[in-house]
């Protein structure tokens, strides 16, 4: 599975959440994916259950995505990021025929602000 965003920032939320500063590679790339014209589907906040960003949870939101993915019904889910559940996140299915029609429009090298990376140390809100 391959997972994206709708927008930038949002994608470098979810990767500062899911990695330690120092475990960051050096050579990211920022990528704008188009995907038009391709069946997709939707999982909303208001299907999930109440507490669904509950670390308790995780199992069961993962099992939702394994499931969308062995059973191959589109290429593309649609769901609400856990980080900020107002955006949202976009999975890929690899294995679905239609994955084959997203392109790369733009690729850049992308650094992520050093701030970022030591938020805990003197910063302000």
Same mark, same amino acid.
């Not at 299907?47 to 059973?71: I, K, N, Q």
């Given at each position: 599975?391959?997972?994206?965003? !709708?927008?930038?920032?949002?994608? $470098? !939320?979810? /990767?500062? /959440? *899911?990695?330690?500063? =120092?475990? !960051?590679?050096?050579?990211? /790339?920022?990528?704008?994916?188009? $995907?038009?014209?391709l069946k997709q589907e939707s999982i909303t906040a208001a =299907?999930?259950?109440?507490?669904?960003?509950?670390?308790?949870?995780?199992? *069961?939101?993962?099992?939702?995505?394994?499931?969308? !993915?062995?059973?191959r019904r589109c290429a593309i889910l649609t769901v609400p990021s856990i980080v900020i559940p107002e955006e949202t996140n976009v999975l890929v299915n690899p294995q679905h025929p239609d994955s084959q029609r997203i392109t790369a429009r733009i690729a850049r090298s992308f650094q992520f602000d050093a701030r970022l990376l030591h938020a805990g140390a003197g910063s302000r809100i």
């Open positions: 599975m391959v997972y994206c965003s !709708l927008n930038l920032s949002l994608a $470098a !939320l979810e /990767v500062l /959440v *899911h990695m330690r500063a =120092e475990d !960051l590679p050096a050579d990211y /790339v920022a990528q704008i994916l188009s $995907a038009e014209d =299907e999930l259950p109440f507490d669904w960003r509950h670390p308790r949870r995780r199992s *069961h939101l993962a099992g939702m995505g394994d499931t969308w !993915l062995v059973e």
